[in-house]
């Protein structure tokens, strides 16, 4: 596994993707009970999906708007600006995070020979795939009050959805796998989508950051995909508008996918000794 040849790619993510169909039902039955449980026993239960994520805008909105009277330069309305970002970065940190245990969190199916642990992230992925819709939908309703029309390009943000989810399994992958050996993982996990929250253009667009810093946002793949989004619900721009980003963005998941294949391929023997 020291180096993985175009053949072998090919041949592994036919092997996955086959595992995904044959394994379907049981995935879809894990990624709705996963849904299920994040709010079990709560009093509001799936109450808190869209409470959560309004009062968080609320804060924002105040803070920003009122407290600091912040205004995109483009001169959009505020809150769905915000949220057009807000909404596929809430995807990348609920399912980066919960990706990261959830080889130990579902140990019993190491008991299936037949099972392929390597599949699990994407109930995670999946998980969160749930809660986005929701997130999403208030979105919508956001842009039609603020008088923001729908237009075709609002379809292009499936688009972005898969390009954050291949990311995602590929760093989950890699953080699920070493989560099993090195316990800070989780931690670290949890510092970096802090840093990246700040480091990414939630709060402000790229265009009006400062030119000489602007590459250290540009160079967070995470960057792509929210522009992404507000490309698709806000600027309605098609997705190859710019095409060395586009580039850039599956160049470096392409690496990190490699990267999760070889860390869970190398380490996957050794999971019971730790499990």
């Known amino acids: 596994m020291a180096f993985l040849g175009t053949t072998d790619i ?3 993510a036919r092997t996955f993707v086959m595992e995904l169909l044959g394994k379907r039902d049981m995935i879809l ?22 409470v959560e994520p309004l009062l968080y805008i609320f804060l924002l909105w105040f803070f920003f708007t009122k407290a600091f009277k912040f205004q995109p330069a483009e001169g959009y309305p505020y809150v769905p600006w915000l949220m057009a970002a807000m909404a596929p970065w809430n995807f990348i940190s609920l399912a980066l995070s919960s990706a990261t245990g959830t080889f130990k969190n579902h140990a019993f199916l190491m008991k299936r020979p037949e099972f392929n642990m390597s599949v699990l992230p994407v109930v995670n992925i999946l998980t969160a795939i749930y809660i986005h819709g929701i997130f999403v939908a208030i979105l919508v309703v956001m842009l039609l009050f603020s008088g923001i029309s729908f237009t075709l ?9 898969f390009a954050a989810s291949t990311l995602l399994l590929g760093l989950g992958w890699i953080t699920a796998s070493l989560s099993l050996f090195a316990k800070d993982i989780g931690n670290m996990v949890g510092v970096v989508l802090q840093i990246g929250f700040w480091a990414s253009p ?44 586009l580039v850039y963005f599956w160049a470096v998941t392409l690496v990190i996918l490699i990267i999760g294949v070889i860390t869970y391929k190398k380490l996957r023997p050794h999971f019971g000794d730790v499990i």
């Open 10 to 12: 090919v041949r592994m």
């Open 202 to 245: 939630i709060f402000w667009s790229l265009n009006n950051f400062p030119e000489e810093y602007r590459f250290l946002l540009e160079i967070n793949p995470a960057s792509y995909i929210l522009e992404g989004y507000r490309k698709s619900f806000i600027y309605a721009q098609p997705f190859w508008s710019d095409a060395d980003r």
């Open 153 to 161: 390009y609002w379809f292009q943000s499936i688009y972005y959805l």
């Open 29 to 50: 039955s894990l990624s709705v009970r996963n849904f299920k449980g994040a709010y079990h026993g709560s009093m509001l239960g799936l109450t808190w999906v869209l």
